[in-house]
């Protein structure tokens, strides 16, 4: 179920977010203070490709919420928002509000992605 929920994912517009982290990604490469940044968005770029199945946690600290704040400034909101108004779009439909949500979620990580571990669910 998690791999038709994922493939569907990618057609309704998950790849174009998956798109954004890598391009936002490649940008911070260009410098070398940003490679920590790029590492982070290419790490979160998985997530963005097939979410269901996949949890996020926060583990951040002091140092996670400075770094946080840049990334708001730099660069977070405009991944934020494409997130959003893609999953306000998708939840016009009944079928299509599961993929909102997960766009929604998305969108959350956009803004706040320093101190966060992606994890897989686990079915029991």
């Known amino acids: 179920m998690r791999f038709i929920a994922n493939l569907l994912w ?3 517009g998950g790849f174009i977010s998956y798109l954004g982290w890598i391009f ?3 940008l911070y490469f260009i410098t070398i203070i940003g490679i920590p940044v790029g590492i982070q968005c290419f790490k979160l770029a998985s997530i963005s490709l097939n979410p ?3 949890e996020v946690r926060n583990e951040g600290g002091t140092g996670s919420a ?3 704040i840049f990334w ?3 660069g977070g909101i405009e991944l934020a928002l494409t997130n959003a108004i893609i999953g ?3 939840c016009i439909t009944i079928i299509g509000i599961p993929f909102g949500k997960q766009f929604f979620k998305i969108a959350q ?3 706040f992605p320093f101190g966060l571990v992606v994890e897989r ?3 029991v």
């Open 109 to 111: 990580v956009a803004l």
């Open 72 to 74: 708001i400034i730099f």
């Open 66 to 68: 400075i770094l946080n």
């Open 52 to 54: 269901f199945g996949k």
């Open 10 to 12: 990618i057609i309704c």
């Open 121 to 123: 669910t686990k079915y």
């Open 24 to 26: 936002t990604g490649l």
């Open 88 to 90: 306000v779009i998708l």
